[in-house]
């Protein structure tokens, strides 16, 4: 999250916001955000949106995901977005997306849905 | 769709739903309506919804879908919603959910991602 | 399974093989065998070779799976293969794949990665 | 790539390998190397793997993957190798995996399953 320059912009029960700003270094030849920046934020939104309803003791880890790539990742800040859909006592599933921003107007270029599962520390 | 019983109740602009009754031979050992066809009824309201988005002379093929099953499928009846998230010339990403009605209360109880491709007649 | 016509051809230490023969009332309308035919025998056989990896007082359920369909299902039989990746107390990852033979030839039309859980009775 | 160390190690008709060695600063807290970091090297594999098979005018674009990760990426190097499994004119499915090696003994720690979108310059 660090080495992206990505921020935790929200936090609630069961659904966690991390910020992205653009960067050169996060893109790809044709000036858009690498999918690879883009999985990881999404893939952190989730696992950060599971915590938020896991037992007290209880770390988590992703066990699978699988994203859509629905469009080039344009835009000067992104918002990746991970919500609960349904918490167990040892697995969570999570839906996410990514939001790029140009000005106010956003589009979703990523979908992501992943199962977390609870690990006793 | 037939073999299984299930009917399309509801086709909109990007989104379809299609109904299941409970049915004693779509049943597993434990008495729940086996995953086969919830992902089935769910993989078609997905194709159907991207039906909705395709150019006129296209037909739609999955090219491939992701299930979480939630929990097991318990219920009178059956409804398997699917939304258009994303659509361009060539390939429709859909979202979907199964809900399990036992009277008028639901649980969600399968989520799937997919990709269908517009295929020319 | 029994409604499929689907047989268990092949259990062995982490890989099942289930058998399905062609019929009429499996196909779709252009005489190829339905994506949710395929996909269910395709799950059943990562469940079954899941279970030859479980402790013995487990059954297994599928929490998700993704599945590609390479091509159409055309075939006078087909082979599901589901294999052991990984086995944990937990969680067991298999990936699969659908062979469709026309007489000895064949040709892959499916894969699979799906993730199942260990669970105690 | 170059931002995580990556190199590419291999390059044949189909198969591509990318080679990770261990740096701090790809870890989380718990000395094993990112998820973030691990996908993106394997979905840079099956991306190169889908090019060495696409039209030669075309560029390649994941549309989707999904991964299993199946235990901590504790290793001193890894080896991502993407294998072309299918393609047609305008999709390619991958799969692949990453292995984690120490000294000359090696662990798969993930599994991927891509679709590959072929894209006209």
Redesign the interface.
Known sequence: MA?LGATLASVADGEVHIALPFSE?LCQQHGYV????I??IL??ACGYAALTKAPPDCEV???????????PALGDRFLAIGKV??SGK??T?C?GEVRAFSGSAHK?VA???A?I?NVRQ
């Open positions: 080495t270094h690498h999918a690879g920046a999985t990881s893939d952190s880890v992703s066990a699978e995901f699988k994203i859509n790539l629905l469009r859909q349904s040892l697995l599933v839906t979703v979908l992501m849905q199962t599962v």
